[in-house]
């Protein structure tokens, strides 16, 4: 098979790969912004059984997402860069199995392992911003979609302290994961540099 014919065939997987990742991330995202409304109309301040099912979503998109972001080489194709675009992966994965272990109710809310996970999204998505800016993959409006969702969340919890309602503010946070979900959606897949094949 040509080089040209396997690149081809790369391509056509790749894209449809990252297609299912980024409409998992959208739904994700989409879902814990209905919560968030949900919320915000009545008024909310405590998670509830709902609530935790809706991280549970959240985190498996998310988690899709960000292996769509690593797959289309958007954190750069070196096993380093890999290695700590993982760590926002982690951390989700923590989350989700937290608030499952939350809903059996085995731990209560206040479980430092939750603040683990927390602390592993929000230090490994600074970390996945500053890799897509500096791999230079994406060069149009997506390269800021990661770091769109860091700096969402100080802005979407001030919000809502300032309307006196967290939900709506915290809405605002979910939203960028589903635009996030949109570029790895609809991105175009970049290949890697191959060395050319020796002619036998």
């Not at 997987?13 to 912004?33: E, F, I, P, Q």
């Not at 490994?124 to 800016?133: F, Q």
Request: with cysteine; proline share 4%; glycine share 14%.
């Amino acid at each position: 098979m040509s080089a040209t014919a396997r690149t081809a065939g790369w391509a056509a997987t790749a894209s449809g790969n990252n297609r299912l990742l980024g409409t998992v991330c959208m739904l994700g995202g989409a879902v814990a912004v209905m919560d968030s409304l949900r919320w915000g109309v009545l008024g909310l301040s405590d998670s509830d059984t709902l609530t935790g099912i809706v991280f549970i979503v959240w985190a498996i998109g998310s988690i899709a997402g960000l292996l769509g972001l690593i797959a289309l080489n958007v954190v750069g194709a070196s096993p380093v860069t890999r290695a700590l675009a993982m760590l926002p992966v982690l951390g989700f994965a923590l989350l989700a199995a937290t608030s499952v272990l939350q809903l059996a109710g085995l731990i209560g809310a206040d479980n430092p392992i939750f603040g683990v996970g927390w602390l592993l999204i929000y230090g490994g998505m600074v970390l996945v911003a500053i890799l897509t800016l500096a791999a230079k993959t994406w060069r149009d409006w997506r390269r800021f979609a990661p770091l769109l969702t860091v700096v969402a969340a100080p802005i979407g919890f001030g919000l809502g302290a300032l309307v006196g309602n967290l939900g709506l503010g915290v809405g605002l946070i979910y939203l960028f994961w589903v635009l996030l979900g949109h570029a790895v959606r609809t991105a175009q897949p970049v290949p890697v540099p191959q060395t050319e094949e020796r002619i036998a």
